[in-house]
């Protein structure tokens, strides 16, 4: 693997005011080429004003513009955040996009830690007819039985399915008992209309928390893949990355298995040729984002090759390798100052990836980088 550019899509530093912190970044491919991205912008990573930037590239990642600079943060007449943004290309040529909001008025805060669960929270879907710079038809996208929903990574196609667009969620199942976590995502079988709910991933005995999963779809099988950073709920740890594989026609995902790799986010980018990469997030010191190749869909990797993308360079990030309540994790999570990778494949054997990284949680760019692999 080799390292060939990269560069700012944002850089915090050269803008003025009070939104400087960039993160949740996320890449669509588009199908001429176009590459889009998109982000979060607010004065830190918990504020209650942020919302999602839609930028684009037309030259591989190398240049970047503003595309559109907000989402309508309010909806049905209440306040709050759009916290994320996923984008998808129609066959008409419209875009759809997918977001997090998040009910954040009378200054409720993104974690509830007495019920254990964010704000109160929707899907909402929009629509674009002129490239991403404007969305109309807000709708919300129902999630029954399940509430408190989050997006968890870029939509993926599912040759003759559909698409499918992953999210998670995580609250109590009861009145006062524990709050769970399961991977789940909404499936289109009718271009545009996301009306069935699938289950992705939940540890029978709700001990283990797949977190954040990340979806792609192989080129050769056109298998689904899911990544997923591990939470083992009675220790209080983390555990190594795990991974699913799923079947196209079933829409049913194995049970996740470790991949051995230790990290958080973690994003599978299946190639061509049949290699598995692995672009994730290696909290624990050295604190960087690595890519990571395997030959036998994710059983082993070869960590000794692995490819440091970015090095923070900076002191210990908290929430690695001690024992923490999950209270704990999200007051840790609004600190780091690197993460959230994405990638798209530009060619058989070239990578785009993005992730956010900066000196502090007010003040975060969104970094580009094109790898040979």
Known sequence: MELLERGHIIDAGNLRGGKRSHCFTSLCRLP????????????????????????SSDDGGRHWRIVSDSFRPGFTGVPGEVRSAEIIPLSDGSLLAFLTWLHRSGGRPLYDSGGDHVAPCRIIQARSTDGGATWSGYEVLDTSPWDFPVLGGS?????GRGWVVPFERQEPEREGGPSLHSAHALLAEEEGIFNQVIDVA??????????????????????P???FWTYDRLSRKDLAIHLSWGDPETLT???????????????????????????????????????????????????????????SGGAKERGMGAREDLSEFWDDMVKWTFGHPAAVLLKDDLLLL?????????????HWARVRV
Request: net charge positive; aromatic share 10%.
């Open 32 to 55: 001429e080429g176009r590459v889009l991205a998109t982000f979060r912008r607010g004065s830190d990573k918990e504020s209650a004003d942020g919302n999602c930037l839609v930028v």
């Open 155 to 159: 939509p993926i196609p599912i040759p």
């Open 202 to 223: 939940r540890d029978p005995a709700d001990r283990v928390f797949f977190y954040d999963q990340r979806q792609a779809v192989c080129p050769r099988t056109g298998r």
């Open 225 to 227: 893949v899911a990544a």
């Open 253 to 311: 995902w194995e049970p996740p298995f470790t991949t051995g790799v230790r990290g958080q986010i973690a994003v599978p980018v299946p190639l061509p040729d049949g290699r598995l990469g692995l672009f994730y997030v290696h909290r624990h010191p050295p604190g960087s984002l690595r890519l990571v190749l395997s030959r036998d869909g994710g059983r082993t990797w070869d960590l000794s090759g692995e490819l440091i993308v970015y090095d």
């Open 354 to 366: 993005a992730y956010y990284a900066g000196e502090n949680e007010r003040r975060l760019s969104v």
